[in-house]
């Protein structure tokens, strides 16, 4: 028989499923429509828990202050989406602008009401996460080979294009956090050999669907945290946290480096594009970054509060960059989610962010060195930290975001405090 957990956990697993479906909608028919579907399970999970506090006629709250913290950092996002509305942003119009507003606030809060639910039983968050996330993947994969759809947002010719997701990237990123959770199955299914064959065959898919995205930095960046976990270095490694916060500066510095390691026979095979200047400028990357972290030194302007949502169109910052690649110049972006932030938000926005990461990071570290139910997320925490410093995917309202808001929401709350 279903109870009411049963109910919210279903609609947590279909959750990102509808992200992915919403995704595509909006970029292939409507965006306003498309925002909507991808929180409709969200939606439906406050709505059940309204109707059961009405039942019930009582309100038992166990949050903290980092729910709080979250809830400020989403306002900045939306003030932003605003702020870029006002001064003319191209595209942008007010049904847009609230719709995806909405898809800014509304899933944090929808994850918080699952682990309400689930209280006395924490291990189900890690189970229903990643069935949920693999979920996703498996429309995305009928999507692709079945129906012969593309991703409409971003897609390049020859690469595997995930179409149910918010951008190409963001399928590599995926991939790549199911494959760290499946190396958590199996270091922990030692002792049951079927099991670990089916995890091992689950993660050599996935591998091969991240050879075939071929995005290098997330790839980089995956067997990085992937040798850290195999060879159990994070207890020795400190700093790890401080370390990616310098992600971007040590990349400017060090690309002459990587490429000699990129140049070594056994990664021309896995990242296949290896050319010199590519390599060293991240496919041009470091051109935007650089831009960037210029501004932030000599220009300055919107520095405290930001700039608005695709602050660098506004300022202006890449316009030449935009002729060299011969795109429009309000389609580029940073490709940071850090840089953006900054831009957009300003050093507020971002000093929010870079404290909630941290506590998130704090939280599942804990589990992981208690051997916690929760442990399981600390490869992927530590994978989102250097990730976000070189990739848009936890930008406002992408998948990232969303799986920030999830692993938030889990931190947000605490049993031994309550909010009656």
Not at 48 to 54: E, G, Q, S, T
Not at 112 to 121: A, C, D, M, R, S
Not at 400 to 418: E, W
Request: positive net charge; contains cysteine.
């Amino acid at each position: 028989m279903l109870n009411k957990r049963d109910i919210i956990n279903f609609l947590y697993l279909i959750s990102f499923p509808c992200y992915g479906i919403g995704a595509y909608i909006s970029a292939a028919f409507s965006p306003a429509v498309g925002y909507i579907f991808s929180i409709f399970a969200h939606l439906m999970i406050i709505v059940f828990y309204v109707i059961d506090l009405a039942y019930k006629n009582e309100v038992k709250l166990r949050i903290n202050w980092i729910y709080f913290l979250v809830v400020v950092m989403q306002l900045t996002c939306v003030a932003s989406l605003f702020i870029a509305f006002s001064k003319n942003m191209p595209a942008m119009n007010m049904l847009g602008v609230s719709t995806k507003s909405i898809v800014l606030l509304v899933p944090f809060q929808a994850f918080v009401v699952v682990f309400l639910y689930n209280e006395k039983h924490k291990e189900t968050f890690a189970k229903l996460t990643f069935n949920s996330w693999s979920l996703l993947l498996l429309i995305n994969v009928l999507g692709y080979f079945v129906m012969g759809l593309r991703n409409e947002v971003h897609s390049i010719e020859g690469r595997l294009t995930f179409p149910f997701l918010d951008g190409f990237y963001s399928g590599a990123s995926l991939l790549a956090m199911l494959n760290l959770m499946v190396l958590f199955y199996i270091k922990k299914s030692l002792d049951d050999p079927l099991r670990v064959t089916y995890l091992i065959t689950y993660f050599l898919i996935n591998l091969a669907f991240l050879y075939y995205i071929n995005s290098r930095l997330c790839l980089l960046i995956f067997l990085g945290v992937f040798i850290v976990f195999v060879f159990n270095l994070t207890r020795r490694f400190r700093g790890v946290f401080l370390l990616s916060i310098f992600t971007l500066p040590i990349l400017l510095n060090m690309g002459q480096f990587i490429y000699r390691i990129l140049s070594l026979p056994v990664f021309t095979v896995i990242m296949k594009r290896t050319d010199l200047v590519d390599v060293t400028t991240f496919n041009g990357r470091s051109f935007l970054w650089q831009r960037a972290l210029d501004w932030l030194v000599y220009d300055q302007r919107g520095l405290i509060f930001g700039n608005g949502a695709g602050g660098q169109y506004s300022l202006h910052l890449i316009p030449d960059i935009a002729k060299l690649w011969f795109a429009k110049e309000v389609d580029l972006h940073l490709h940071s989610t850090v840089l953006m932030t900054v831009v957009d938000q300003g050093l507020f926005g971002y000093l929010l962010l870079l404290v909630l990461i941290y506590q998130v990071f704090r939280y599942y570290r804990s589990e992981y060195q208690k051997n916690g139910p929760d442990a399981i997320f600390l490869p992927v925490v530590i994978f989102l930290i250097f990730l976000m410093q070189v990739d848009m995917f936890l930008y406002l309202g992408s998948l990232g975001y969303s799986i920030l808001s999830v692993l938030a929401a889990r931190v947000a709350i605490s049993p031994k405090s309550s909010l009656a």
